[in-house]
């Protein structure tokens, strides 16, 4: 099959002939019809996420079909449409039994701790666990651009900040979790102030749901500008990028008793950003982090999406080939372009 390859960590890739995957016993093999492009994927070309051997391939945000079934897989059988989280469980530890399949304690990462779906195919393990069937009124396109971004914006919106109707809610940074993120929570009833450095990336953000825009590069202070425009404070806000400035503006720009919701990858040495600890204990803040969103979730975000409540393709960017992901995933820190680029042709 052909497969971006990542040979050494932030050097260019190239599309490369490797052998096919082959499931395991409780594994299915998937016909790659879409995957999304992930600042993720990006770290893990850097050599940012630990887990990566290389040779490595990139990709954990994919949507197709089965092609071949392991012996002990009991739900799937080949030509059903699928799609999973980013974050695959094992089923039996005590993070899974209580029903936290996203913190996994033998959690395994398609595109980071094994091969992922820059490719023509892709092999998943324990199949019945956390693969997901696709909405038959779902294009592969669509459902790729779910990745990882819009189902944990969805997690991040929905269980952990609890968003409601009325409430303000800060999003820092309009990349494609940040826009799921501003979808989600309009949806929800919410007013989202929208805090991004492009004037392109906070147009669509307008356009999908966002109330207010702050441009960090023009605005003196974010965090007043925010205070200011939220009569005191959000109620929620997320760091959608995940960087030290925006992680501590979305602390420091909450009211009182409200939540900061950690969503980007803090990695390439932020893994210890300073926050406004003084604020945290004053103002009775929460900190939440939020990783992904459990297999079994999928249909409570399907139903979000089919009742019209939010339409994931508005955030598609642009489609573009296998042999140009190469080169785009290389360009994702430039943060050049709006919207999410997705692969639909292998």
Not at 244 to 254: D, H, W, Y
Not at 329 to 340: K, N
Request: aromatic share 6%; charged share 20%.
């Amino acid at each position: 099959m052909k497969a971006v390859v990542i040979e050494e960590f932030g050097k260019p890739m190239s599309v490369q002939n490797v052998p096919d995957p082959k499931p395991t016993d409780n594994g299915v093999v998937i016909k790659v019809r879409a995957n999304g492009l992930c600042r993720s994927d990006w770290h893990a070309w850097m050599g940012h996420d630990t887990d990566v051997v290389l040779p490595h391939v990139p990709g954990h945000e994919m949507a197709g079909d089965i092609i071949e079934v392991g012996k002990n897989v009991h739900k799937w059988k080949p030509g059903d449409r699928v799609t999973l989280p980013f974050v695959c469980a094992c089923g039996s530890c005590p993070q899974c039994l209580s029903g936290n399949h996203q913190v996994c304690d033998h959690q395994f990462q398609p595109g980071f701790t094994h091969w992922g779906s820059f490719a023509q195919y892709v092999a998943i393990d324990r199949a019945d666990i956390n693969v997901v069937r696709l909405p038959d009124s779902m294009d592969y396109v669509t459902a790729a651009s779910l990745g990882c971004r819009f189902v944990t914006s969805f997690r991040a919106v929905i269980d952990q900040g609890k968003v409601m109707a009325g409430q303000w809610v800060a999003v820092h940074g309009c990349g494609g979790v940040g826009l799921s993120a501003i979808m989600i929570a309009s949806a929800a009833g919410a007013n989202v102030v929208a805090i991004d450095i492009a004037d392109n990336k906070l147009e669509l953000a307008r356009s999908v749901g966002a109330k207010a825009l702050l441009n960090a590069k023009t605005t003196p202070n974010v965090v007043e500008a925010v205070m200011d425009i939220t009569n005191g404070g959000a109620h929620v806000s997320l760091d959608a990028l995940g960087n030290p400035t925006t992680c501590f503006n979305s602390v420091a720009n909450l009211r009182k008793r409200g939540k900061h919701i950690q969503v980007g990858l803090m990695l390439g040495g932020m893994n210890n950003s300073p926050i406004p600890l003084d604020k945290v204990v004053a103002r009775e803040l929460e900190i939440y982090g939020s990783h992904g969103i459990q297999a079994y979730k999928y249909p409570q975000l399907f139903e979000f999406i089919m009742a019209g409540k939010v339409d994931p393709s508005k955030m598609i960017g642009k489609t573009i080939t296998l042999e140009e992901s190469a080169i785009a995933l290389a360009d994702m820190d430039s943060f050049e372009g709006a919207g999410v680029k997705i692969i639909d042709r292998f």
